[in-house]
């Protein structure tokens, strides 16, 4: 029997975290099991525990796979803070709408992953991007203030909060149900560049005086 290599591994190691996406997407974490997800990739059970001791273990390295490939792109020097702030929205927007990793683990965790112990260390990945994201949007709000892009009034947190809502409300009414059927990018684009215009001049997020 030939032995295996280090890129036979790892391609087995890729087809199981591949399987591992579509599996627990249909069936939920709770409910799909080590056996589907061998099934799924074609191979034994034996070596799907051969890379991973467990479910949650699987389910960890699928979602740090996916969640490495959702990272801002190296912003250019000469892009005005809110411009890049525009494009890391639209970006993201892009990215999760096109069907891979990012959209099946991102759909995962925020629609197949109960808030209970066993699904604790998934949680806390999907928080932990949020985190990251949050600081670098509110890093570029900040600079927009200061070149006088945004008011010097705007309230940064509700301001960042608006922007997550904006995202999370047109990716999951155009992707997560099924209110529109044919050119859903193009439709969130829209949507989500006429919610960045009044994101801009929205009286509701300056600070309260007093």
């Not at 029997?1 to 890129?7: G, L, S």
């Not at 190691?13 to 799909?32: F, H, K, N, T």
């Not at 999760?96 to 959209?103: A, D, H, I, K, M």
Request: charged share 25%; aromatic share 10%.
């Amino acid at each position: 029997m030939a032995r295996k290599t280090k890129e036979d591994s790892l391609r087995t190691r890729s087809s199981i975290l591949d399987a591992a996406e579509r599996v627990i997407l249909e069936r939920g974490i709770s409910y799909a099991t080590m056996a589907d997800i061998a099934d799924a990739a074609g191979v034994s059970r034996g070596a799907v525990y051969g890379h991973f001791e467990n479910k949650i273990e699987l389910a960890i390295a699928m979602c740090e796979r996916a969640i490495a490939l959702a990272v801002v792109p190296e912003r250019d020097p000469a892009v005005p803070a809110l411009e890049a702030l525009y494009q890391e929205g639209m970006y993201f927007l892009k990215l999760c709408s096109e069907p891979g990793s990012v959209q099946r683990v991102l759909e995962i965790l925020y629609v197949q992953c109960d808030s209970n112990e066993d699904n604790q260390p998934l949680l806390e990945i999907r928080d932990q991007w949020e985190r990251q994201y949050s600081l670098g949007t509110e890093q570029l709000i900040r600079e927009a203030i200061v070149t006088g892009d945004l008011p010097a009034d705007i309230d940064i947190d509700l301001a960042n909060l608006y922007l997550f809502s904006l995202f999370d409300g047109i990716y999951s009414t155009l992707f997560w149900t099924s209110r529109v059927k044919e050119n859903k990018w193009e439709i969130a684009e829209a949507l989500y560049r006429a919610g960045f215009s009044a994101f801009k001049n929205a009286p509701e997020l300056r600070e309260k005086a007093g």
